[in-house]
């Protein structure tokens, strides 16, 4: 059972890494509560992990209600407060910003990330969308 697992874990395995790892795993399996619950409780062992509030900002964009939205940018700026060259949590925002019309915040948040990840074709693409809402 897990708690099993929990209970004997390998000396190089932490509880945060099992909950961040299955957070994961029912993000890319689209289980929204399953992934919020995972990630959040892997938030408690380590509050100011950037990639962790990425993570969450992310779930939180990708799954509908407005108000989950606003909580999803609320975990992408806390990871920004923390690092602010992770230029993934910068482009999350910049497409927040777009998908709510906040135009010029979009460009902003896509240069930033450009500029920490030139090569990001998802980026790129984000650009040339907003510069077709912007003609």
């Given at each position: 059972?897990?708690?099993?697992?929990?209970?004997?874990?390998?000396?190089?395995?932490?509880?945060?890494?099992?909950?961040?790892?299955?957070?994961?795993?029912?993000?890319?399996?689209d289980?929204?509560?399953?992934?919020r619950?995972?990630?959040?409780?892997?938030?408690?062992?380590?509050q100011?992990?950037p990639?962790?509030?990425?993570?969450?900002?992310?779930?939180?964009?990708?799954?509908?209600?407005?108000?989950?939205?606003?909580?999803?940018?609320?975990?992408?700026?806390?990871?920004?407060?923390i690092?602010?060259?992770?230029?993934?949590?910068?482009?999350?925002?910049?497409?927040?910003?777009?998908?709510?019309?906040?135009?010029?915040?979009?460009?902003?948040?896509?240069?930033?990330?450009?500029?920490?990840?030139?090569?990001?074709?998802?980026?790129?693409?984000?650009?040339?969308?907003l510069?077709?809402?912007?003609?």
């Amino acid at each position: 059972s897990f708690e099993f697992v929990l209970q004997n874990l390998p000396p190089t395995i932490s509880e945060f890494e099992i909950w961040y790892e299955i957070g994961i795993l029912h993000q890319e399996s689209d289980n929204f509560e399953g992934a919020r619950v995972a990630l959040e409780r892997s938030l408690k062992y380590k509050q100011n992990d950037p990639n962790i509030l990425t993570r969450l900002g992310w779930l939180y964009l990708t799954c509908g209600s407005i108000e989950d939205k606003e909580t999803g940018i609320q975990y992408l700026n806390a990871s920004l407060s923390i690092d602010e060259k992770n230029g993934y949590a910068h482009y999350l925002l910049g497409r927040a910003y777009l998908d709510r019309k906040q135009f010029i915040e979009a460009t902003e948040k896509f240069k930033v990330a450009l500029f920490y990840d030139a090569t990001n074709a998802d980026i790129w693409c984000c650009l040339g969308v907003l510069m077709i809402f912007l003609m």
